[in-house]
């Protein structure tokens, strides 16, 4: 603008210079004004235009922008109800770890208890099966030793009688007369004591006519026969010429002498003490 009069100014100094008239020269100026104030209408018509475009792209811009960012607005909601599942979900899964955790420790814990448990039961197992091995020995040993006491029992039931309120036993080896006694006592007995005909025909029939120590002796004085108990002789069964003391050695009784004449009474003689025969015990009942 400041141009545009500028230019007018000079044509109307440059016209008085040259002596022109002025109406002329207003002719000419207006022109010239109307030419520069269409080419300021178009420049503002293309200004106007150039901000309508700009105006539009940018509204335009803006609408795009605003659903984008209401897109992203919505995007972010999602995802924050995502995390917020998600975050929930972690936590439900960390509690569950913790939980799983817990019953691996314990079913380790049982594991290990079972394990024990196991071996223990083994070597109990294998106790018992040692322990079972050595009972089954040890049945073998008693069955063994069982059959040996049977064997024992029958023959001391063979030999073993009973009379009364006393049992007899014929001992199986040959000793003096002390040694016999110390068999009997062993045993809770001692040897026998014969009071009765009843009982010498007993012992008769139950050991035949074996030679055998019986409970008398004249060891204190000679031809004052005791017996163990110290009771003195009432009842005698003497063979013929009996008791002789022969050679002044003979202090202790027997009973089956063989020379007896009777198959159903045995008598007596006396012998040395230490000659070995056998002895018959008598157990009161």
Known sequence: RVNFFFSISRIIWHNSSSNV??????FSVFAVCLRYYRLTAVCLGLLCVILLAAITVLWVK???????????????????????????????????????????????????????????????????????????NEMGQLQKEKE?????????????????????????????????????????ADLVIINSREEQEFITKAFGSSEAWIGLMDT???????????????????WTGEPNDYEGNEDCAITGYKGAGSEHLSTWADYPCDHPVVGICEKRI
């Open 62 to 136: 803006f609408n795009n922008l605003t659903t984008e960012k209401d897109q992203i607005q919505t995007s972010y909601t999602s995802l924050t109800i995502e995390r917020d599942q998600l975050q929930t979900s972690y936590t439900s899964l960390t509690i569950e770890r913790d939980q799983l955790q817990t019953s691996y420790t314990s079913l380790t814990t049982e594991r290990d208890q079972l394990e024990t448990s196991y071996t223990n039961l083994t070597i109990e197992r294998d106790q018992l099966q040692t322990n079972n091995a050595n009972m089954k």
């Open 148 to 188: 040996t006491l049977q064997k024992k029992l029958s023959e001391l039931e063979q030999k073993q009688r009973c009379f009364r309120d006393s049992f007899y036993y014929i001992s199986t080896e040959k000793k003096s007369w002390t040694e016999s006694r110390k068999n009997c006592t062993e045993r809770g």
């Open 21 to 26: 008239p002025l109406r002329g020269h207003c």
């Open 220 to 238: 204190e004085k000679e031809g004052v026969w005791k017996w163990v108990d110290n009771s003195t002789l009432t009842t005698e069964f003497w």
